[in-house]
């Protein structure tokens, strides 16, 4: 989890954090003893079940599970990535992360910076030229697509005039220097030497990323010239296809909603979210692109796609369709008339009409299949046969072999092909998902109940150190039935070999897994024991999880005798029923 991070940084920064303070910035905390405790904010109840440890820096919740440390809390409510999470502590408590003190580092931490206040200066610059006495073509065109004041307001609408170096002229009177303004992609260079203003005569739309700083800007015509936009071009601080327009605004409202719905321009979606549609966010152009996914993924696994009713918006929509089952989310499409937007749609027929399609949204299947027909004759066999091989390759992407069977049959019923020539298509095709390089390798055991006396045992261990070389001395990680447990003995007792510390809220930056995170949390919130009882609980424990483990081993021994016996592998039999043997005498 840590990933390039130091560990020893990562100890530094959770040792100077305070879970309580970064939690009640976020939600109010009442003390209930030693610990605090509050509803969830992860899932809705009514009876309070979400705990918060002072002393062990660490957080439970005994309603959904979820469990972790300060990196983990931050993550899961701003939907941050691990990094940002540690920069984002970092930054609080004032410890240096590595290579922030490198040089050219520092040049592009600095520049980016100059370039937010850049683009703050212009944003304020266009801002004002739409609210002067000479803006009223703009201000009526505005009005005449629907969009009011407040929502200029809002989205900080602006105008960019017809001269050639208005912008110019202001940013230098404030003493930014054109090399910055061209690298911040506001002006061009003339071929004569000198610059000019990117953008004039036109109404701007500013592009702001996840924490409201103005990355780039949009310029859309005012009549029906063209080109009717001209974007930012790429600089240090945006990349298009990382950012999704609208989502500073719209990305609470997705996450309450557990679902998005995506529209391709600036229209398409300040109209929807101006009259109450706010789960809704914009690609800006035309298919997603698998960074815009992942964003969208921190916040929901569920998505309705509503591009242009045109051939463009189509082939953008089933790019995008693939990308999105790729990634495991939920998809569904609205399909639109030739011609039509949702801008257009919400003015012509109001809110509802376009929520109404939301909710009767077509399956992937549904609308991928109607779209090939369109295409391609179902009559003809050959193009029968494009179809269900552009379908299959859809299919194909599911890694649940049920999902991709269940498709195989709605498409065989759909194309009137029988579903074993489907199924033979399918089965040409090579997989699709696989698992990344590079990702820990989980164990293979794991039960969904977890056996009491480990569970305990892992609760001492983290109690008190001196009981993790005493356990460890009695029992191996192979011991351990259940996956989970196993994961944290091993790398608890790897920790102790190394000299590191064993605290709960630093254990957890080991393991990727949530499960392995949440039972090191669930232990810290079990009934404490006193020191008179602790002793034989320990012994206890122990005592059971060997039995245990020579009860699941004898097992096992006796399914690869019985394996070795069918097979008629005398020597491998043979050595079997000794190993079965010296178990029973251990075990005695």
Not at 1 to 6: D, L, S, T
Not at 76 to 93: G, I, N, S, T, Y
Not at 131 to 158: D, M, P, Q, V
């Amino acid at each position: 989890m840590a990933g390039h991070i130091p560990e020893n940084l990562l100890e530094d920064i959770l040792g100077r954090v305070d879970i309580v303070e970064i939690i009640s910035g976020y939600i109010p905390l009442k003390k209930a003893g030693a610990n605090f405790k509050t509803n969830c904010p992860f899932h809705h109840e009514k009876t309070a079940s979400f705990m918060v440890s002072p002393e062990r820096q660490i957080y439970h919740c005994f309603g959904c599970g979820e469990s972790g440390n300060a990196f983990k809390f931050l993550m899961r409510h701003e939907r941050m990535e691990f990094p940002e999470a540690v920069e984002m502590l970092a930054k609080k408590c004032g410890v240096s992360l590595p290579d922030q003190d490198k040089p050219e580092l520092a040049r592009a931490a600095s520049l980016s910076s100059q370039l937010y206040k850049v683009n703050e200066m212009a944003v304020s610059f266009y801002e004002n030229n739409l609210h002067t006495g000479s803006a009223s073509l703009a201000i009526n065109y505005l009005s005449n697509r629907g969009i009011k004041l407040a929502t200029i307001k809002e989205f900080r609408l602006g105008l960019a005039t017809s001269g050639w170096d208005n912008l110019i002229n202001f940013l230098r009177s404030a003493n930014v220097s054109l090399a910055l303004l061209e690298q911040a992609g506001l002006v061009l260079p003339k071929d004569s030497g000198g610059y000019y203003d990117r953008f004039r005569n036109r109404i701007i739309f500013p592009v702001f990323d996840m924490r409201s700083r103005v990355i780039g800007f949009g310029a859309r015509v005012m009549d029906n010239s063209l080109p009717k936009y001209i974007n930012s071009p790429e600089t240090p601080v945006y990349t298009k296809g990382r950012n999704l327009f609208g989502f500073n605004l719209s990305k609470d409202f997705i996450r309450d909603a557990d679902s998005a719905v995506i529209v391709e321009g600036y229209l398409d979606f300040m109209i929807p979210y101006q009259e109450g549609l706010k789960n809704i966010v914009a690609s800006q152009g035309t298919a997603l692109t698998l960074e815009q996914i992942k964003l969208l993924k921190r916040y929901t696994h569920n998505v309705v796609m509503i591009y242009d009713g045109d051939t463009a918006g189509e082939i953008a929509t089933l790019r995008s369709l693939d990308i999105l089952i790729d990634e495991g989310i939920n998809v569904k499409v609205v399909p639109l008339p030739k011609g039509m937007d949702p801008d257009a749609l919400v003015r012509n027929e109001g809110i509802n009409a376009l929520k109404a399609k939301v909710e009767k949204a077509a399956s992937f299947f549904d609308y991928k299949l109607d779209v090939l027909k369109s295409r391609h004759d179902i009559k003809d066999a050959h193009g029968k046969t494009k179809i269900a091989s552009e379908m299959l390759l859809t299919i194909n992407k599911f890694d649940n072999a049920i999902l991709r069977g269940e498709y195989a049959k709605r498409l065989s019923e759909a194309m009137c092909i029988p579903e074993q020539y489907i199924l033979e298509e399918l089965g040409k095709l090579k997989p699709a998902v696989s698992t990344p390089g590079g990702q820990p390798v989980s164990f293979p055991r794991k039960n969904p109940q977890i056996n009491p006396a480990e569970k305990l045992l892992i609760k001492f261990m983290l109690e008190e150190k001196e009981l993790i070389e005493k356990i460890m001395r009695e029992l191996s990680p192979s011991d351990f039935a259940d996956a989970r447990t196993a994961k944290i003995v091993s790398v608890m007792q790897d920790l102790v070999g190394q000299g590191k510390n064993i605290e709960p809220s630093v254990l957890m930056n080991y393991f990727s897994e949530d499960d392995a995170s949440q039972l090191v949390c669930e232990t810290m919130f079990m009934p404490a024991l006193t020191e008179q009882t602790r002793e034989k609980a320990v012994n206890d424990c122990i005592a059971r999880i060997k039995i245990q483990s020579l009860k699941s081993r004898r097992e096992h021994l006796h399914m690869q005798i019985k394996s070795a016996q069918s097979l008629g592998d005398e020597g491998k039999l043979n050595s079997l029923i000794q190993e079965f043997h010296n178990l029973i005498k251990k075990g005695d």
